[in-house]
T-cell receptor
Framework: AQKITQTQPGMFVQEKEAVTLDCTYD???????LFWYKQPSSGEMIFLIY??????QNATEGRYSLNFQKARKSANLVISASQLGDSAMYFC????????????????FGKGTKLSVIP | DVKVTQSSRYLVKRTGEKVFLECVQD?????MFWYRQDPGLGLRLIYF???????EKGDIPEGYSVSREKKERFSLILESASTNQTSMYLC??????????????FGEGSWLTVV
């Protein structure tokens, strides 16, 4: 079973509109972290936002917010007021087992969602 | 400014060649990772290392090996390159202890084409 599922291979959004990118995860660990990365066509991975499993509030970073629903195991990324520069691939990722020692710092990625912002 | 540097941005190699992809980080991180990225498959972990001379297989280690002789350097080796190893390769590093958001750093990626 996939640990990270991104069900939207591609999304379109009108400039200045908000968009939600879906991410569901699967883990039996109590302690884990969820990440969102942006990857423009240049290939670099840009960290956007992080949510810890014990964080009670949804994470926010500027125009990015993470809608964390622990019981549903979902961690959707919300981008408000989309800009043309937001067009990119977006990856959801998870790091499990904070206390598992070696190997607990690796990330497992979803397959990504390609976001296109329309002028 | 933190940095993970991958030695080659674009490479073209012939089938059967031995290929070295080098990654260097300047943050004194214990953990280093090699991922492979393919369209529609996301990033998949090939190998990782949590200390000098230590290595662990990731999800897709077949056809690859790694070397970590120094803490700052983690090399990915394709012993005999094949066309199905044409891909984008990403190196990453992270420290230990702190468990928070922006503590995993990626290089810019190496685009490898095997012909």
């Amino acid at each position: 079973a996939q640990k990270i599922t991104q069900t939207q291979p591609g999304m379109f959004v009108q400039e200045k509109e908000a968009v939600t990118l879906d991410c569901t995860y699967d883990t039996s660990d109590q302690s884990y972290g969820l990440f969102w990365y942006k990857q423009p066509s240049s290939g670099e991975m840009i960290f956007l936002i992080y949510q810890g499993s014990y964080d009670e509030q949804n994470a926010t970073e500027g125009r990015y917010s993470l809608n964390f629903q622990k019981a549903r195991k979902s961690a959707n990324l919300v981008i408000s007021a989309s800009q043309l520069g937001d067009s990119a691939m977006y990856f959801c990722a998870m790091r499990e087992g904070q206390d598992s020692g070696a190997g607990s710092y690796q990330l497992t990625f979803g397959k990504g969602t390609k976001l296109s912002v329309i002028p | 400014d933190v940095k993970v540097t991958q030695s080659s941005r674009y490479l073209v190699k012939r089938t059967g060649e031995k290929v070295f992809l080098e990654c260097v980080q300047d943050m004194d991180h214990e953990n280093m990772f090699w991922y492979r990225q393919d369209p529609g498959l996301g990033l998949r972990l090939i190998y990782f290392s949590y200390d000098v001379k230590m290595k662990e297989k990731g999800d897709i280690p077949e056809g690859y090996s790694v070397s970590r002789e120094k803490k700052e350097r983690f090399s990915l080796i394709l012993e005999s390159a094949s066309t199905n190893q044409t891909s984008m390769y990403l190196c990453a590093s992270s420290g230990t202890g702190e468990y928070s958001g922006n503590t995993i750093y990626f290089g810019e990626g190496s685009w490898l084409t095997v012909v």
